[in-house]
């Protein structure tokens, strides 16, 4: 048996689409356990860009069963343009793809809501991607949701989606003053999308349970970053799934795995899309080289990211609340032909000096990185091997193994499939 979560060790962005893309070429099965649409997973196949927001990346292999988990929260609408692409694409989806019934489903009344909240003036604004993340999973957790399952019968469908429109067209028009969403609308979408999700629907426990008594490699793809999660995240700046590991046993349903391979993508530099802290932030022309040379916009939003250096402190947290077993370091090309590097590895707080990640929020603003500055390198780090990568690059990555007490085995340093070097 081989289990491997790949996750984003940082907010987002790190790269992970083309990790499991290239790692999904030896799995057998790929899952996704939390999040949603508001993902972005960009992979490259020669000049062909594809961008991936609810299927798992695993799908541009031929051969490899992806699964949805009940831990992700779906909607409907980009589930089916994301079909409508790869089927352009001629790639096969049905008997490859499955859903699992109790995935919950977006509705238009909790992107509504998102951007409702986004938008209302005084309240402090996360940035969401205002895809219904955060009301779908309200909804979950208030036993009030939809799931797949639920879709596809009619009498719950209408009975439940009636019932919670009662209450959220009540909140659009009396606390956001905004136009009620159209209920036979909204019954009538939904009654089209139980037909398109219908096929996609299997138990996927057994599924994932045979693939793991068979010894098959399994592959469990996280969104987001660790940063961003509900319990351990820049709180309230966080998303509102659980995209650390552990979150991945649940989502998935595939139970504990004790001897799981925990790999954690983390750019060479930093970024985050969205609002809340950022200790190594460069709002400065490095950052904004940074953000050209990164080719840093949102992949579902289109935002520029906000950009800065390593931030290991963050990097070493990140490692603790995933149980990180390795680490694969991605976008490293971007930092060459840079003359000097840095990266924080403490920060100061009122003259004190912290090594870990603040739980206080207003600790998290006030932070100033502690840095170590490293040489950079002029080479290229096109290179067939980890040795041969410019010696300034290989002691950039040994610092940060150093530093964390985990391996970095994993070096991509450009868009292609063919850009990545194994230790
Ligand atoms: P939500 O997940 O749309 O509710 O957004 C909450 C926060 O997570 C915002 O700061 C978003 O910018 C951020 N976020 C959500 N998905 C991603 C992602 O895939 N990459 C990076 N940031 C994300």
């Not at 790869?86 to 989806?93: E, K, N, S, V, Y």
């Not at 609308?185 to 398109?196: G, N, R, S, V, W």
């Amino acid at each position: 048996m081989s289990v491997s979560i790949v996750v984003g060790a940082q907010w987002g962005d790190e790269g992970k689409g083309k990790i499991i893309d290239v790692l999904s070429a030896s799995a057998d099965m790929v899952l996704r356990y939390q999040g949603g649409a508001n993902a972005g997973h960009t992979v490259y196949i020669g000049q062909k860009k594809y961008v991936l927001h609810l299927i798992p990346s695993g799908i541009l292999r031929p051969g490899v069963v992806c699964v949805i988990g009940g831990g992700v929260v779906l909607d409907p609408e980009a589930f089916k343009a994301e079909i409508d692409v790869l089927h352009d694409a001629g790639i096969q989806t049905q008997g490859r793809l499955l859903i699992s019934p109790r995935t919950h489903i977006i509705l238009p009344y909790h992107k509504k809501l998102d951007q409702c909240s986004e938008d209302q003036k005084g309240r402090q604004k996360i940035g969401t991607t205002g895809r219904g993340i955060g009301p779908a999973y309200v909804d979950k957790y208030n036993r009030a949701g939809l799931r797949a399952i639920d879709l596809l019968n009619e009498a719950i469908r209408e009975e439940r989606i009636r019932e919670n429109l009662k209450l959220k067209n009540f909140i659009i028009e009396k606390y956001y003053n905004e136009e009620p969403l159209d209920e036979s609308l909204i019954l009538q979408q939904a009654a089209a999308h139980a037909e398109l999700i219908r096929p996609y629907i299997a138990e996927t426990i057994e599924r994932v349970d045979t693939a793991l008594r068979g010894k098959r490699s399994i592959l469990v793809e996280g969104a987001q970053g660790a940063l961003l999660d509900i319990d351990y995240g820049s709180y309230p700046f966080v998303t509102s799934s659980h995209p650390v590991a552990g979150g991945a046993f649940i989502g998935s349903g595939l139970g504990v795995v004790p001897d799981a391979e925990v790999i954690g993508v983390a750019k060479a530099y930093l970024t985050r899309v969205g609002n809340g802290p950022f200790p190594t932030e460069l709002n400065d022309a490095t950052g904004t080289l940074l953000r050209d040379r990164g080719g840093e916009y949102g992949a579902t939003t289109g935002r520029p990211r906000r950009c800065g250096w390593l931030d290991l402190v963050a990097l070493r947290y990140s490692a603790r609340i995933n149980g990180l077993t390795q680490i694969a370091l991605t976008k490293v090309d971007v930092l060459d032909g840079m003359d000097r590097l840095k990266v924080a590895t403490a920060y100061t707080l009122d003259g004190h000096e912290l090594d870990t990640f603040p739980a206080d929020p207003e600790e998290q603003k006030r932070i100033q990185p502690v840095y170590k500055t490293l040489e950079g390198w002029n080479d290229s780090t096109a290179s067939d091997s980890i040795s041969a990568l410019p010696r300034q690059a290989r002691e950039y990555i040994a610092y940060m193994e150093d530093y964390l007490k985990i391996p970095v085995k994993i070096v991509s340093t450009g868009q292609r499939r063919d850009q990545i070097l194994f230790a």
